[in-house]
């Protein structure tokens, strides 16, 4: 993916062996009514 321009989406990923692999941990976006986007618009609609 990194070699296509899409390695700034995706989550590092690095390789013990060819058997395992680690991806370093982020937090999940909220999620209202079942979607993702940008929490700041959605504070700002509430208002």
Request: aromatic share 18%; charged share 30%; hydrophobic share 40%.
């Amino acid at each position: 993916m990194k070699s296509k321009g899409y390695g700034h989406i995706f989550a590092p990923v690095y390789f013990v062996d060819e058997e395992i692999c680690i991806q370093k941990y982020f937090d999940a976006v909220p999620l209202f009514d079942h979607l993702t986007f940008n929490v700041k618009e959605r504070e700002a609609r509430m208002r």
